[in-house]
């Protein structure tokens, strides 16, 4: 039995789940994921196999008996093999290289220019990841090259993806990307296996399983220079039909003439809330800021500007959110990027849920900002690389 002709991910024993089982500590022989799956030890030890040739799992010694043979115990290596993860924002983004249980081994943040095109960018950074990486043979590796440890990169961008296909759709923002195959040009480039989504995506997926991952419905908001979210249904990573699930930046909450968004539309949620929309709006009312840090700067500051509008962006966030919880019920609601460290923008939002949902959908409702810190989107791609080499279809 291969890794690929395993059980899908979802499924009660897969071995997504006996490898996160042992990621987590839960499990650390067979026996153990026997117990916990629910498999006989026939299968448990077959798909155990199939894992440590695969060289996602090791064997580690003998365990402490319980009366029989002493169990072989049951490891995530954390030597060698790496996921390399890059979170593409507008100006900066997060690189580095994780170990297959998710553990961040080294990262940094450099600035970016999105507007010097994908093939610039991206190249860039798929060198300093591949810097990272050291040599390394790793057993079972299929794929990477000659020396490499690594044995996948996860991708995060800011804009629309086709998940399927690794394509960016009509970005607002990153003018010369539309169309562009990010997957096929970073797997070419750095001969492994390369998984492609948008950022909220994968903020969504490196806080829940984190720190929510007993909860199987959330919302996760990234606000920042934009606006975008990743909603986990039922335990897993909702993209929906063509992978735009979550994108909550162009619904409407301005009637005419609200401001043009950059997508061509007026009055939409990243033309009122976003990091942008901030930014130009104080300029407009003669407040010299350049960028986001500077409004956060006046915000903390207490100009009486900056806070209003800030106060209104978490008004017009918080009236998008609550259609989302009346409509999807989830048990957590919460945000991150730059804008989540804004007090009044959160504070406006979280009344204004209270304010317009359901008492049934907000009775046990979280509501809180995004913990895992400035890693959360380079460990999403982690997860999703681990995901896809333990199952590649």
């Not at 899908?8 to 650390?28: N, T």
């Not at 399983?209 to 220079?225: C, E, M, P, Q, S």
């Amino acid at each position: 039995m291969t890794i690929d002709d395993a059980p899908r991910d979802g499924l009660r024993g897969g071995p997504r789940e006996l490898l996160r089982l042992v990621a987590s500590g839960a499990a650390v022989s067979r026996a153990d994921l026997a117990r916990l799956s629910g498999l006989s030890p026939s299968t448990v030890s077959q798909r155990v196999e199939a894992l440590i040739s695969e060289g996602l799992l090791q064997e580690t010694g003998a365990g402490k008996s319980r009366g029989g043979r002493r169990p072989r115990q049951l490891a995530v290596p954390t030597g060698g093999a790496l996921i390399g993860a890059i979170d593409l924002g507008a100006h900066h983004a997060r690189l580095g290289t994780l170990d297959l249980t998710g553990r961040v081994v080294e990262a940094r943040t450099r600035p970016v220019r999105i507007e010097d095109g994908p093939e610039a960018v991206l190249g860039a950074l798929l060198d300093e990841v591949a810097a990272l990486a050291p040599a390394a043979t790793v057993p079972g590796q299929r794929g990477g090259t000659a020396g490499s440890g690594l044995r996948g990169i996860g991708i995060g961008i800011p804009g629309p993806v086709q998940y399927d296909t690794g394509r960016i759709v009509s970005p607002s923002r990153m003018p010369g990307w539309n169309g562009f195959d990010v997957r096929e040009f970073c797997a070419r480039r750095a001969d492994v296996p390369v998984v492609v989504d948008n950022d909220a995506n994968l903020m969504a997926l490196g806080e829940h399983r984190a720190v929510h991952a007993d909860l199987d419905h959330a919302v996760y908001v990234k606000a920042g220079t934009g606006i975008g979210a990743g909603v986990i249904s039922g335990g897993r990573l909702h993209r929906g039909a063509q992978g735009s699930a979550g994108d909550i930046s162009h619904c409407r909450v301005v009637a005419d003439p609200g401001p043009l968004c950059s997508c061509g539309n007026t009055g939409c949620l990243e033309a009122v809330a976003s990091g942008a929309a901030l930014v130009a709006a104080l300029c407009e009312q003669g407040v010299p800021v350049e960028d986001l840090t500077g409004v956060m700067r006046l915000i903390d500051d207490g100009d009486r500007h900056a806070t209003a509008l800030a106060r209104r962006a978490g008004r017009s966030i918080g009236e998008i959110l609550a259609v989302v919880v009346n409509f999807f019920n989830p048990q957590v609601v919460a945000i991150g990027g730059r804008l989540a460290e804004c007090e009044p923008l959160l504070a406006s939002m979280r009344a204004t849920l209270y304010e317009r949902c359901l008492p049934l959908a907000t009775q046990a409702l979280l509501i809180e900002r995004v913990v895992t810190g400035p890693d959360v989107g380079i460990m999403g791609a982690a997860h999703l690389v681990v995901d896809r080499v333990v199952d590649p279809a």
